[in-house]
């Protein structure tokens, strides 16, 4: 290991720099000891691919990869939102039905009302704010456990689906913005744009955050595992963006069908907005803190209660978003809006992606990772001609499995901590 001199404020400051192979090892030291982060959803992503494409072919074509992003956003957005409230050892049954109720304003005022696109999204997030604020402050102000609030929200909001949607009529959104967010493509160039500037982006962030440990004299990841880290993105995305950009319409002489998806950068601009919050700001340390130790966390001065409300805001608030996105993928909203399978694959994708049940660990990544293992059983599945009943099956041994690992990590943490 070799070490780095460096001086700060008129005193020299000895830094050490890990060759790559310290940094593997004590990377295998840390999984060992239970941190192990996103790592089974990513190998299970891989192994889940790799099977169903030997079996499948057709699952790796452009048309059904453009596909997977669609089939999994709703699920994915609302779960982004999840994360909030099982960082802090809490859980949201309602979140579901509360896209639902999003969706049916959003129809209600958009078909019904005939105002503009944006009024209806604003209406449609403002009722998720509501809505989280309520569930909010009957958790944190009032002591009732969010299992059963939410429980609760979620026999209610699916009244007031049935309510808003007549007791079962279907309302039909039309509004070209709206439909375009979950069915029309960036054009090719556009979506090589994106992919630059994230990639650009992403190096900036990396390469600035190493300088900055290095000028302040702390330990820092070796060069080229950040550059590796950068040329892993670059390639994923160039590789997603070259297959998305593949023509997949059956007939190109009456409409081309190629480009990434829309709702693909509403995601990624989610991502990077949430992953900030949580990991950049004074707020989401509170949320850890709060996850980790409730009580330690209000002796520290915390605002325990409203940091509590605040996540409940933002998991519906985020449901609302995964409403508007289901509504456009399908074109109109129905009675089973946000309802079937929404709440607990949502649910599955953000413990699957790595967040503890427990409180205190998780990213909004694991929500995207984890969303995207749902995506492709079902998708997956679907192409080998299973039926929905083991397609569930399936999913819900996946959901047991992570839960597990969550389970023995944090024992074993427990464990390496203790000795």
């Known amino acids: 290991m070799t070490t780095t001199v460096v001086k700060k404020e008129g005193t020299a400051a000895v830094a050490p720099a890990p060759s790559v192979g310290s940094h593997v090892r004590n990377y295998v030291s840390r999984v060992r000891g239970g941190d192990i982060g996103a790592l089974p959803a990513v190998l299970g992503l891989i192994v889940l691919c790799t099977v169903f494409s030997i079996m499948r072919p057709s699952f790796l074509s452009a048309g059904n990869f453009a596909n997977l992003f669609t089939q999994g956003a709703a699920t994915t957005l609302i779960a982004m939102g999840l994360v909030f409230v099982l960082l802090l050892g809490e859980i949201d049954l309602s979140a579901g039905f509360a896209s639902g109720v999003c969706a049916a304003i959003l129809a209600n005022v958009v078909t019904v009302l005939g105002y503009p696109w944006y009024v209806a999204v604003l209406a449609a997030i403002v009722t998720g704010v509501v809505i989280g604020t309520v569930l909010g402050l009957l958790v944190a102000k009032v002591g009732i456990p969010s299992f059963v609030v939410t429980l609760a929200g979620f026999l209610a909001f699916q009244g007031i689906v ?12 039309r509004d070209d913005t709206l439909v375009a967010i979950a ?3 960036l054009s090719p160039a556009l979506g090589w744009l994106l992919a630059a500037l994230a990639v650009g982006g992403y190096a900036a962030v990396q390469l600035l955050r190493h300088r900055n440990r290095v000028k302040r004299g702390l330990v820092t990841d070796p060069v080229a595992v950040v550059a590796a880290r950068i040329g892993v993105l670059a390639v994923l995305l160039g590789l997603a963006v070259a297959l998305l950009n593949q023509e997949r319409s059956r007939n190109v002489l009456v409409t081309s069908l190629k480009g990434v998806p829309i709702v693909v950068p509403i995601i990624a601009v989610l991502l990077v907005v949430w992953t900030f919050v949580l990991q950049r700001t ?5 949320i850890y803190a709060v996850g980790g130790n409730k009580e330690a966390a209000r002796r520290a001065g915390i605002n325990v209660d409203k940091i509590r409300i605040s996540v409940f805001v933002i998991c519906s608030a985020m449901a609302a978003v995964g409403g508007i996105v289901a509504a ?3 074109n109109s909203v129905d009675p089973n809006t946000g309802g079937s399978n929404v709440l607990l694959y949502a649910v599955g994708a953000a413990v699957i992606g790595g967040t503890s049940l427990f409180g205190g660990k998780g990213r909004v990544l694991d929500a995207v ?20 009943g083991v397609k569930y099956v399936v999913t819900g041994l996946v959901l047991l499995l992570a839960a597990s690992v969550d389970a023995l990590s944090r024992r074993r943490s427990a464990a390496a901590g203790a000795r």
């Open 282 to 286: 004074s707020y989401g340390r509170h």
């Open 328 to 330: 456009s993928r399908a």
């Open 369 to 388: 990772l984890g969303g995207a293992v749902v995506a492709v059983i079902d998708n997956g599945m679907g192409l080998m001609g299973y039926s929905s």
């Open 162 to 173: 049935l309510m808003l949607m007549k007791s079962g009529t279907n309302i039909s959104v």
């Open 183 to 185: 069915n029309r493509n």
